[in-house]
């Protein structure tokens, strides 16, 4: 099932991220995982891609036991910094040929040796949608950086670059994960003024480990504000409790969200079925 045809229903979605086995990691606890996720009926699981190596070849096989296996819409992340134009093309018919329905066009970070010029790449995402659109047969989604992207010279400009993505036919946005409500608010306001209409999902990233959040933070560009600064601090060397504060903080920051009318919400699960459980048992009167 397409993606831009569920939010095209109107009513409030719920979706996971999940990130596929590293190289030579085994498969099991993934598919465990998304088997555990997708008993928690969400409108679709994302795939995230590794770019280059076995975990990139990894996204389309979970990505279809999703669909295919699971019955549950799947969403497959694919990178185009470090896939020449063919290799993509490889991809995308793979896709087409295993039956996954939905991409999440992105960039990807640039690799060290990453020559702009270089013909044989797509250099920006937009170039990417185009392409799947042109292939035919996706619903195509695209990354948004409610706080902007850390190489945009300011918000604006990274604004006007979304635009983009949009008018070359992205169908909907899946946000960077943020910690202050207020930054989306005020990223869904500027985003209208400049005629970006699509859908927005919001990701919301619940915390479980004060480093990889920290180290999330510092190469994203998201703040952390000084209420979950002071969570983490108190927490940070008792996992139980900080869990179980990482678990409230994302039921509070997703409750002010739909109170407010986002009615997309992407759920960072880090391949926690018990996390992204506790979530959604804590909205059920409210999904
Ligand atoms: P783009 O949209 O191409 O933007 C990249 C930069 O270029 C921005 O600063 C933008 O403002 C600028 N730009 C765009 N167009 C132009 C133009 N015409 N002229 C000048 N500047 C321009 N990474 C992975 O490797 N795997 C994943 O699975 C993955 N999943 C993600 C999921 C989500 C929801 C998000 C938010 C990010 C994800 N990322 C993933 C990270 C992403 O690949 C990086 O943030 C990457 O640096 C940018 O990707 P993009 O698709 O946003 O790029």
Redesign the pocket.
Known sequence: MFINEILDNGGITTSF?VFPPKNNAPFEPVLKSVEKLSLLKPDFISV????GGGTSQNTPKIASYIQNELHTPSMA?L?C?SSTKEEIYAILSQLRDIGVDNI???????PENYNPDDSNYY????QLVERILDFGGFSVG????PEG????KNTH??LI??K??VDCGAQYL???MFFDNSALYSFLYRALKVGIDVPVIA?IMPVMNPNQIKRSCAL?GATLPSRFKIMLDKFSDDPVSLRQAGIAYATEQIIDLIANGVNGI?IYTMNKPEVAGAIMNNLSSIL
């Open positions: 991220e995230t891609y590794g770019a992340h990178t910094a999440l066009a992105l960039r990807g970070d640039l250099r920006y995402a937009s695209a990354a948004c950086y992207h850390v190489e945009s400009e990274d670059h979304l983009e993505k899946v946000t960077q990701g994203s992407h």
